[in-house]
């Protein structure tokens, strides 16, 4: 299995941005998927944690109302559209895909996409 995130860059404060990750080797369906960031010198936080056969998402508290995830089966691909960015936003954005399946747990990151939103 593998992960690959795409679409990161450099916005302005109140831009959007959408990123996807596309997933090989399996499909998202077997697993919880979510996305996460890491802030330089801060530990890596939770964005936003889903399961897309349950339609069942969570999002971290500072980002609700202002981002959402969607998936296209067709591409074996998720996203997390993001809108009215802040300066606070900017990290390292990851996908994630875990499973706990008879007893065994596996979970894979993608690369990471960098965001940065400028003030």
């Known amino acids: 299995v593998q992960l690959v995130e795409s679409g990161g860059g450099l916005v302005q404060t109140g831009g959007s941005l959408r990123l996807s990750c596309a997933l090989s080797g399996g499909t998202f369906d077997d697993y919880t998927v979510g996305w996460f960031r890491q802030a330089p010198g801060k530990e890596r936080e939770g964005v936003a944690c889903f399961s897309l056969p349950d339609r069942v998402f969570y999002y971290g508290d500072p980002v609700k109302g202002r981002f959402a995830v969607s998936s296209d089966h067709a591409k074996n691909t998720v996203y997390l559209q993001m809108n009215s960015l802040k300066p606070d936003d900017t990290a390292i954005y990851y996908c994630?895909?875990?499973?706990?399946?008879?007893?065994?747990?596996?979970?894979?990151w993608g690369q990471g996409t960098q965001v940065t939103v400028s003030s």
């Open positions: 994630n895909a875990y499973r706990l399946r008879y007893g065994l747990a596996t979970t894979y």
